[in-house]
């Protein structure tokens, strides 16, 4: 029993720190239908530029902010390679990807794994600090839950905004956002700031519940993203209190307990990222599957 609660510890925990970066993912890919490779960039960007931030003694819930921002004008720089000088979406965001690395080496100083050990981090301190000891061993989760709750509650007042619905013009008719006198792709641009920016929030997080930072993390997490986000907006679609933000949070939990359960049976560690990538295949495919048939349903009564 205490392996079983260990487990599902762990699932939630990750499944709520990587649900930050899968509702980043939701925007670009669903919202504004840009595949966007440079979240495996961003993702350790801010792991990076939060372990230096705290080590140089920077309040933690600082840290993540200072990550944010830094994920954020990396997906600038791919929105603009994208829309100023139109190289395209997935060249756009590979090149990004491909220039982050180095760039996240020279925040750590040429260190691929940089460690902070017994530094304040938001799972330690502050408002952690003063939980009950009867809930103490859960405070990564808690304090994971207050995270996202935190980054839904602003996104959904966001696509709630002008702005918002022009974000979701923008992905699906851009021809509309020009007849109302704006600009598609200054939306995009937007659009691209806000999905790094919670990927690199993410891989801030990650780092302070690790206590450290590693520049390879982000191999595979825009994989991760794309799963959940189709897990979550496949099987929570029609559940009508359940808005996509949240939907997608569900996901990547799913989709942890998914990789748990998989190494529980026994599957090599060496094989993770292949697990990885036949369930975000899984997830496409059925998704796919599930679409078209919704399609066909909906073209036999008219043609009846």
Request: hydrophobic letters at 50%.
């Amino acid at each position: 029993m205490d392996i079983l609660l260990g487990l599902l510890v762990n699932v939630l925990e990750e499944g709520l720190i990587y649900g930050v970066m899968a509702m980043g993912v939701y925007i670009t890919y669903k919202i504004l239908d840009f595949p966007d490779l440079s979240v495996d960039g961003s993702f350790p960007m801010g792991a990076c530029v939060t372990a230096v931030l705290i080590t140089a003694g920077v309040n933690p819930w600082l840290a993540c902010i200072g990550s944010f921002v830094c994920g954020a004008v990396a997906g600038c720089v791919t929105g603009l390679l994208h829309v100023k000088l139109h190289i395209s979406d997935l060249l756009s965001g590979i090149l990004v990807m491909t220039g982050l690395y180095s760039i996240n080496l020279l925040i750590t100083g040429g260190q691929a794994t940089m460690q902070f050990y017994n530094q304040n981090t938001i799972f330690t301190s502050g408002p952690a600090a003063l939980l009950p000891e009867a809930v103490k061993s859960y405070r990564v989760i808690i304090v994971a839950l207050i995270a996202v709750v935190i980054v839904k509650v602003l996104l959904d007042l966001y696509l709630k905004t002008k702005s918002g619905l022009l974000l979701r013009a923008a992905g699906s008719n851009a021809q509309y956002v020009v007849s109302l006198g704006r600009d598609p792709g200054k939306m995009k641009i937007i659009g691209l700031a806000i999905g790094n920016g919670c990927a690199a929030l993410s891989g801030g997080l990650l780092s302070q519940q690790t206590e450290t930072a590693n520049i390879a993390s982000g191999t595979g997490m825009v994989v991760m993203a794309l799963a959940s986000v189709i897990i979550g907006t496949s099987l929570f679609r029609r559940v009508k209190f359940i808005k996509a933000t949240c939907a997608v949070v569900l996901g990547a939990i799913l989709y942890k307990a998914c990789l748990v359960i998989a190494m529980q049976l026994g599957l090599p560690t060496n094989l993770l990222k292949l697990l990885m990538a036949v369930l975000f295949t899984v997830a496409l495919v059925s998704n796919n599957l599930v679409s078209k048939r919704r399609k066909k349903q909906y073209v036999d009564p008219v043609q009846r």
